[in-house]
């Protein structure tokens, strides 16, 4: 069992500008967990979660790796979520460097099929497209969770471009919904960038109808 | 009033937790950030430091990690940006032989040498990338998203 990292120093008032981790959070932790062993074998060395929030993720990546192991780099547009991601990997005693950047962008040149493991827990929530694009511009709480049309507005713009990024033995996790469509997005992914895809977890909670979808890139025929 | 003194207290309190605990573009994630301004696309890497304060604290040393990563640093970029913040330590040229000796200097220089305050400016464009608390601010104004 891998210990759910202490988010014992973020207060409530930290939650009113960022994402506190919930059930969507907790399905990609779970399914990190079960790869553990997969994961380490790869001997990752640059991980980047997109969007990273109160840095949940990453610090757990981070102890199932080992923090001196890997680069831990992520990404967010929100400045207040930078700053929960830099203390949760200090409190958990993970490296986690958090930049202020929307998706990959900054790295798209020099982490050309350099990124081992890409995690991305995105805005998934259908909504109008009004109410996405005035959450990323103003990238605040609603950021987290507005995904205009089909919920897929921001998740589309980075599936374009996660097989630039990924290594060639790079793994890309992914949370999504069921009105995200699934098998959409990995005959997509599989037609388009030649990435397989599978549902590493699904479960439901609520409302929501919760999958982690897995990818990498396809064995090459022997 | 107390409430004003209070989160005054609190964000002192605050920014000064985060001024220990936090604070980090090190030179292994400087090598990997290139301009990504609208149309800046050739000579837009590495961009360079402005008016950098620097931390210097340790970090667990791992072989393994340095000889894995060592193949995405571009060699000459980590080399000028660390003489730009002061240290000389590493050859010109990227040696052959990976022996203890160097990989501790690669160590110290990668891992080591925290940018918390300053900038950094693309070669090309002159866009200018801050950094404040040890976090770069790589965002665009949507004019400038290419
Ligand atoms: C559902 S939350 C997930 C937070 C955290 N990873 C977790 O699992 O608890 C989505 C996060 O994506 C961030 N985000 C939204 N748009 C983004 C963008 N264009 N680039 C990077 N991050 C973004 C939000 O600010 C928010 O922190
Ligand atoms: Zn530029």
């Known amino acids: ?222 | 009033m107390l409430l004003e003194a209070c989160s005054l207290c609190y964000s002192v309190l605050y920014s000064s937790i985060l001024a220990v605990l936090a604070g980090m573009v090190r030179l292994i994630t400087h090598n990997l950030l290139a301009c990504h301004a609208k149309g800046c696309t050739s000579n837009n890497f590495p961009l360079q430091f402005q008016d950098a304060a620097i931390e210097l604290r340790d970090a667990e040393f791992n072989a393994d990690f340095l000889r894995g990563f060592l193949p995405r640093i571009e060699w000459p970029a980590l080399v000028g940006a660390a003489r730009q913040l002061g240290d000389a330590s590493l050859p010109a040229e990227q040696p052959e032989m990976l022996d203890d000796e160097f990989l501790q200097k690669l160590h110290h220089v990668l891992l080591e040498i925290h940018v918390e305050e300053g900038a950094m400016v693309c070669p090309n464009c002159k866009h200018v990338y801050p950094i404040s608390n040890g976090i770069p601010n790589m965002l665009l104004a949507e004019h400038e998203i290419g």
């Open chain 1, 1 to 222: 069992m891998i210990p759910t990292p202490d988010l014992s120093h973020l207060k409530s008032a930290d939650f009113e500008h960022v994402y506190e981790p919930a059930e969507d959070t907790f399905i990609l932790l779970d399914a990190l967990e079960e790869d553990a062993n997969d994961l380490r074998d790869l001997q990752p060395r640059t991980c980047l979660e997109i969007g990273s929030g109160s840095g949940c993720v990453t610090a757990f990546l981070g102890s199932i790796l080992g923090s001196a192991s890997s680069l831990y780099l992520t990404t967010d547009i929100n400045p207040y979520a930078c700053k929960c991601t830099k203390t949760t990997g200090a409190q958990n005693k993970v490296p986690i460097e958090p930049l202020l950047a929307s998706l990959a962008s900054p790295f798209r040149r020099r982490l050309r099929r350099s990124v081992d493991i890409l995690l991305f827990n995105p805005p998934y929530v259908p909504t109008e497209s009004d109410e996405a694009d005035s959450a990323q511009q103003h990238a605040d709480i609603a950021g987290a969770w507005a995904g205009g049309r089909d919920g897929m507005v921001l998740t589309d713009i980075l599936l374009e471009q996660v097989e630039s990024l990924l290594s060639p033995t790079g793994r890309f996790y992914l949370v999504a919904v069921k009105q995200n469509d699934i098998k959409g997005i990995c005959q997509r992914m599989l037609e388009r960038h030649g990435l397989q895809g599978e549902v590493a977890l699904q479960r439901r909670a609520g409302r929501e109808h919760l999958f982690v979808l897995r990818f990498r890139r396809q064995q090459p025929a022997t």
